[in-house]
């Protein structure tokens, strides 16, 4: 069962050519006429191989193989060829090539299995034109009613259902993805960090994928003019924001644990160099794939904000944003991977995602796992995205050797 790295780099490319920044990265816009033609390959190289292609709600796409027991659960593998704006050529468009690749082995060498295997690819993963990240599969597992399809619109007012008529997508297998007709899910992804490289790694099996709080936290001094004001007459809330920002560091690193908690957006009022800040209000990503530990770093941080401000009478405002489960994957079908990758005498690395992924989402619908495969640098979303093609080889054949063991087991 050895994969063709010539074949995935020739799928690699003429996906990548369905590009609408040419020098400037990878666009490639759901149901845009880029997106429409990567789709038009992959499902064209499908058919070439006897898959039935269904066309499936929110937009995504699904290739079965039959199995000899044709009413069984299936064995799902894939990701989403959509892109952020600029991006790169590997996010997304691994786990797709890889499932591609693995059905074709599948078929050539006549490789027996008793339930379907279903190659699919998720729309709109990136949420880059109708801004809202998985919404393909949010769709296809129920979690968002479909109704809403014609509510979320991209910058130009299209809502998601018009630009999938306009795409000329035809849904032609209504039902949602349920626990009883699903053995599995399994994706490769990029890991879109820099910790496989750094420790020496080729494949990374995903424990878990880390829940998200969003918070904005803002700090309520006094504005007052920078040359009369006495040190110590000073309601400066930008002071106190810069000892709340260095206690975030400290928390996270003290708990440890995966926690990761990021202040990316600052603003400062009124912002004048002679000016005593009066208010200053920033953003807090904070991610764990623990929900105690992720909970408990928020409280930590929201004590911290309580004791700096208090120390120095000023007020403060926190508001709880969008929130994100930490949700884990299988035990089984970590298992099985950690199996199939020693037999190539590869050693894996257990690991959690920071990011989230489609697969996140199947993880309450089937027994679902991921394959990390490394990113040079750790650079993701970006035109210097690169993952080394051999390292995709390897992914894709572990893909493949897990999915065929699911696909023919009786359990
Ligand atoms: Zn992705």
Redesign the pocket.
Known sequence: MAVRIERIQNDIERINKFNATPEKGITRLTFSEQYQGAIGYVTDELKYIGAKISYCPGGNIKASLAGSDDNGPAVMMG??LDTVMHGGRF??VV?VVSALEAARIIVEEKIAHRRPIDIVVFAE??GARFNWGLLGSSIWTGKLDLTRLSAIKDTDGVTYAEAMVRAGFEVSDASLLEPQKLRAMLEV??E?GAVLEKRGYRIGLVEAIAGIQHLDITIIGRADHAGTTPMDDRSDALQAAARIITAVEEIAQKIGSNTVATIGRIACEPGQANVIPGRVKFSLDVRNPNKAILDSTVAAINQAVNDICGKRHLGFEIIPLDTAPPVSLSNEILDLMVEKTRERHVEPLRMISG?G?DSALLADVTETGMIFVPSKKGRSHCPQEFTRLEDIGLGCELLLSTVVALAASSG
């Open positions: 990701s989403h996010d997304g786990g993963e990136e992804h990029i879109q990011a992924h």
